[in-house]
């Protein structure tokens, strides 16, 4: 049981000596105020569903630092995320422009759902033109002829 228990203790401590500490914010407020609007327009490349913001990724927070260190040499947000698409592709924006290369992406759900729609409509259409081609038998309408006036009989 004392091993076990010292087991777990010398896990924890490791695990508590490869955290990573959070990177200590800039000098200037305002220059952090303009990196962080930036990182939410931007996409972590590893996460892909978070911001450069959010991200919590080493990979993260290396482009973070190279944001600042661009800013720092006096480029503009337009500039810095040329360069970032420049160098890793549409992808790191996290509102991609509309384009050629981008069409499906924006309007590929959208023309999806017209298709669903649409073969929906066309089985219905279909479904119901087979249902109506079948004719009843002699003995089927007079069933239904006697359920009809069962139901007219009955106050």
């Not at 004392?2 to 959070?22: D, K, N, P, Y």
């Not at 952090?32 to 972590?44: D, I, P, S, V, Y």
């Not at 500039?79 to 590929?108: C, E, H, M, N």
Request: hydrophobic share 45%; glycine share 4%.
């Amino acid at each position: 049981m004392m091993r076990a228990c010292l087991g777990i203790f010398f896990l924890s401590l490791a695990a508590v000596a490869q955290a990573i500490e959070a990177p200590p914010t800039a000098q200037d407020p305002v220059l952090e105020a303009r990196l962080n609007n930036l990182a939410k327009e931007l996409r972590c490349l590893v996460c892909q569903n978070e911001t450069l913001a959010d991200s919590h990724a080493e990979l993260a927070l290396d482009l973070r630092r190279e944001i600042r260190d661009k800013m720092r040499q006096g480029m503009t947000d337009q500039q810095i995320t040329a360069y970032l698409t420049q160098r890793y592709g549409d992808f790191v924006l996290y509102r991609p422009p509309v384009k050629s290369t981008t069409w499906l992406l924006w309007f590929g759900p959208f023309l999806l759902l017209i298709a669903a729609v649409g073969g929906l409509t066309f089985f219905l259409k279909r479904r119901r033109r087979v249902l109506e081609d079948i004719p009843l038998s002699a003995e089927e309408t007079a069933h239904l002829n006697a359920l009809l006036h069962a139901e007219k009989k009955q106050p």
